[in-house]
């Protein structure tokens, strides 16, 4: 049973490692955010799962209540910077226009006008 | 046998060097939602650390440090995500 919490713990820092180096490595925020999220959903899980499992003191609904919030919300906080990046004209790799008219003319509360101007660096 | 404190030092400096390339990203940029997404990143290094303290201490009340910072994780992201897009429009 420790070695079980140990492999999982090991398991998910590494995997937070992992996407730490995504962060740094990949070239744009659309990609980078892809490699955090797995980091912040399965990693963590992880980690807390390890927890439960080899310290005696921890309490189950503890445990349970945080991995239900962390699947919940980071998927959807992610969705939302994602937008939000997207929205703020962030430069792209390989994507040299609107990739996605839709998204900006569509939205009327949203008037933005997306060119080459705004991008950054 | 592995060395419980041991194993917890292992992972408390991979931990600190996942923290490193978050901070370098969170410092450099070079856009705002880079900045913000470093900053995501940062709750899930924080719970693994929690997590180390309560294998360390044998105490189960560190544990209770992710739970707060999951509930809050999510409020800090939803309001940068509102910041950049207010700040993309007023533009």
């Known amino acids: 049973m420790t070695i079980l919490a140990l492999v999982l713990l090991a398991g998910g820092v590494l995997l937070t490692l992992v996407a730490a180096v995504g962060l740094l490595r990949l070239p744009d925020p659309l990609q980078r955010m892809h490699s955090a999220t797995k980091a912040g959903t399965l990693g963590t899980t992880l980690i807390v799962l390890g927890t439960l499992i080899l310290v005696d003191d921890v309490r189950p609904s503890t445990t349970i209540l945080t991995i239900t919030f962390l699947l919940f919300t980071l998927p959807i906080g992610a969705q939302l910077l994602g937008r939000a990046s997207y929205l703020s004209g962030v430069k792209l790799k390989g994507v040299t226009e609107n990739a996605i008219p839709e998204m900006l003319s569509a939205d009327e509360t949203h008037d933005i006008k997306w060119d080459a101007t705004r991008l950054r660096q | ?91």
């Open chain 2, 1 to 91: 046998m592995i060395d419980l404190p041991q194993f917890a030092t292992i992972l408390s400096l991979l931990l600190c060097a996942a923290l490193a390339m978050t901070a370098w990203r969170l410092v450099r940029g070079p856009s705002f939602a880079d900045r913000f997404i470093a900053f995501d990143m940062l709750t899930a290094i924080a719970i693994g650390f929690s997590a180390v303290t309560a294998i360390v201490t044998t105490r189960g009340v560190f544990l209770d440090i992710a739970l707060g910072l999951a509930l809050i994780n999510f409020t800090a992201t939803a309001a940068f995500a509102l910041f950049l897009e207010r700040r993309a429009r007023d533009r």
